[in-house]
């Protein structure tokens, strides 16, 4: 699933032919993703300009002119396709400006589109109980205190709760871990303050260099122009049972299941 750096980056794709841009033509190809397209897509899209984009958790926001905002999911493997010289099966939904086609592309269809009033995106039920952006300032040593003060599961398991954290996947959060010296099994009440301040600029860390890469290009992902990023060359324990720390600490990666997802850690510099 395309986590949050394939999504802003994606974002940041788009925003290059599309802010300021008027849209002409709106082409959805067939009625439904997850679910249906709004009804009013087409009527609510044509002719509308494109005042700015951005992202929240893992959702791509397309704000318009209108009062309206666009919100995207890419699901399981969708993406944006920018001029894509034919329209293929997958392509589901087209934007036309004066100066470019965009097509979302989504083969297994578990992507969503919504129009959301622009003033109530924050009570919009999806976003209503995230907690802060990992990329922004309310993201802190102190609020990760707080969120896990006395609280029994796993720290691993808090950081995928997006009520904690908004849009932080299971990749990112176990490369953040090993980046902060954390024990992914360590209860999130018994994390130390020390910890939790390495743990902040960790995650920041991790997900910028992703951002910078293009993301990690787990099975389907790429970008809006195509091109495939290449922070999955990176990892320093996803993905990675059985090889040496890359700290040279003497310790191997370790796999092992948390909520039912894969974790990957290092036993000997992970406590």
């Known amino acids: 699933m395309p986590e949050l750096p394939e999504v802003e980056t994606t974002v940041r794709g788009l925003a290059r032919v599309l802010e300021g841009q008027r849209i002409e033509r709106v082409v959805p190809r067939r009625a439904d993703l997850r679910r249906a397209f709004p009804p009013d897509l087409v009527q609510a899209l044509t002719g ?27 699901g ?6 920018i001029d894509p010289e034919t329209l293929g099966p997958h392509d589901h939904l ?11 592309n989504d083969a297994r269809r578990f992507g969503s589109i919504d129009l959301v009033e622009e003033a109530a995106l924050g009570q919009w039920p999806p976003f209503a109980a995230l907690g802060p ?9 102190a609020h990760l205190r707080a969120a896990m003060r006395a609280r029994k599961p796993a720290i691993k398991v808090l950081l995928l709760d997006q009520r904690v954290v908004a849009g932080l996947g299971n990749i990112y959060v176990c490369e953040a871990l090993w980046r902060a010296a954390i024990h ?15 743990l902040v600029p960790a995650i920041r860390a ?3 260099q992703s951002i910078a890469d293009g993301g990690s290009t787990l099975r389907d992902f790429a970008r809006p122009d195509g091109e495939l990023g290449y922070f999955a060359s990176r990892f320093d324990v996803y993905g990675r049972e059985g090889k040496p720390c890359a700290r040279a600490d003497g310790g191997t990666i370790r796999r092992i299941v948390q909520g ?6 290092c036993p000997r510099c992970q406590r």
């Not at 087209?94 to 979302?104: D, K, S, Y």
């Not at 952006?133 to 040593?141: D, K, N, R, Y």
């Not at 039912?260 to 850690?265: D, I, M």
């Open 48 to 74: 509308a300009r494109v005042t700015g984009l951005g992202r929240r958790a893992k959702y791509g926001l397309i704000h318009t002119n209108r009062g309206r905002t666009l919100v995207f999911h890419l």
């Open 76 to 81: 399981m493997s969708g993406r944006w396709r």
């Open 94 to 104: 087209v934007l036309e400006t004066p100066a470019h086609r965009l097509a979302l």
């Open 133 to 141: 952006e990992p990329l922004g300032e309310a993201l802190t040593a």
């Open 184 to 198: 992914p099994r360590k209860a999130g009440g018994k994390v130390t303050g020390p910890q939790l301040a390495r």
């Open 206 to 208: 991790v997900l910028e």
């Open 260 to 265: 039912g997802r894969s974790t990957w850690y």
